[in-house]
């Protein structure tokens, strides 16, 4: 009866040890999780601000003034991740800012306020060093399609 008892308890051993161990895949797990995080963590080192205007039906670029906005987006041509300035309805005072946009080549648009008076088109435009202005942002004019 001993022997078969030690027997038992030497196999559940075995097992609990053999269990115990981890694969490589779980460490490769591990390593893609960590090269993720790390991919993230440089693209977000740089970013950019960003200022967004209106171009009028004759192409004057505004910078002031109340318009029927809902908000502007940013959306991200290879990512498809988008940054929006305000998600509302109403009339907003532009510009309107947004801080924090990686590298990329982006589409800007506005989306429709309130009222529904005015209709946006869009532009596509590259982020990076070389659109930074004086004032330190990339400014965006978005085009008036038509307006009421």
């Known amino acids: 009866m001993k022997n078969i008892t030690a027997k038992a308890l030497l196999f559940v051993g075995l097992i609990s040890i053999v269990t115990s161990f981890s694969s490589n895949d779980d460490l490769r797990n591990v390593e893609t999780q960590n090269s993720a995080v790390n991919s993230k963590e440089v693209s ?32 991200n041509n290879a990512t498809g991740e988008t940054f929006e300035t305000y998600a509302g ?22 989306m429709q306020g309130q009222g ?20 330190g942002y990339i400014t965006v004019y978005i085009p008036i399609v038509w307006e009421e």
């Open 89 to 110: 309805g109403g009339f907003q005072s532009i510009p309107k800012f947004y801080e924090g946009i990686p590298a990329g080549t982006y589409t800007f648009t506005a």
């Open 44 to 75: 977000k080192t740089k970013t950019y601000n960003i200022r967004f205007g209106l171009l009028s039906q004759s192409g004057t670029k505004i910078l002031s003034g109340s318009y029927d906005v809902g908000s502007f987006v940013a959306t």
């Open 116 to 135: 529904g008076w005015v209709g946006y088109g869009s532009v596509t435009g590259e982020v990076s060093d070389a659109q930074v202005d004086a004032d």
